[in-house]
């Protein structure tokens, strides 16, 4: 997992740095099956449950799950980009969000505190700490600084399989599991700049938020140990 995270590190870095106003987002998708295949990994995402591509690619008020097409990126655009790696019969998953060219001060901060609300989770991905630390943590975070928690998607554990047990919440809903040491968890808040809920979008993937509202999604896979958490992706 730590080979797979590197590699899929190395790769959203570069599209996060690509992602310019006036290409398509189908070319985001490109550029992933081109870098994926110089350096030997696999996309999780491709084929998973269908889905039809190598990395999602959520504008504005889409949350998660944004497929790449033909839709222009354009100035100002808040993009989120989600992406999971196969590598040796593991999956690493992380996500990050950009702001292209001349972005508006409340999209930007979105953005901020989006990042700062996963680096108070990982803080709590601890041996001993009950999961409900690090939603709790990453709830706190958020509505502090004036935002809203998307309560119907949360984060997962991830390892052998793209998504497995525990579901991690990003609002606090009780204590939940003890943290064990070894344990590997894709941390992902997933904020928006209005109200919590959420639709389907009617290719039945991609999720918006309801109320129209700026959206950003931060991921990391995280492994638990007994003093600081490690990255690995």
């Known amino acids: 997992m730590r080979e797979g995270g ?34 030997g990994v696999v996309a999780s995402f491709k084929g998973y449950h269908g889905y039809p591509a190598s990395v999602c690619v959520s504008i504005n008020d889409e949350v998660v799950h944004g497929i790449p097409g033909t839709r222009v990126i354009r100035e100002g655009d808040v993009v989120s980009l989600d992406l999971g790696v196969l590598h040796r019969g593991f999956h690493t998953d992380a996500a990050v969000t950009v702001g292209v060219g001349d972005v508006a001060a409340g999209a930007k901060r979105l953005i901020e505190v ?31 600084n004036g935002f809203a928690v998307v309560r119907e998607y949360t984060g997962h554990g991830v390892g052998r399989e793209l998504h497995e047990e525990p579901q991690i919440p990003n609002f606090c809903c ?60």
């Open 6 to 39: 590197l590699v899929l590190r190395k790769v959203l870095d570069q599209l996060s740095a690509a992602v310019v106003a006036g290409m398509r987002t189908r070319d985001i998708d490109d550029l992933v099956e081109q870098e994926f295949r110089k350096r």
């Open 114 to 144: 989006t990042k700062a609300a996963l680096e108070e989770g990982v803080k709590f991905a601890r041996a001993g700490n009950f999961l409900g630390d690090v939603s709790a943590a990453i709830q706190r975070h958020v509505e502090a």
């Open 174 to 233: 009780g204590k939940g599991p003890v943290l064990r040491k070894g344990m590997t968890l894709a941390i992902e808040p997933m904020v928006t700049s209005g109200g919590w809920r959420t639709k389907l979008a009617p290719n039945r993937w991609t999720v918006l938020t309801m109320d129209g509202s700026l959206a950003a999604h931060f991921e990391h896979t995280v492994v638990v140990t007994e003093g600081e958490p490690e990255l690995f992706a």
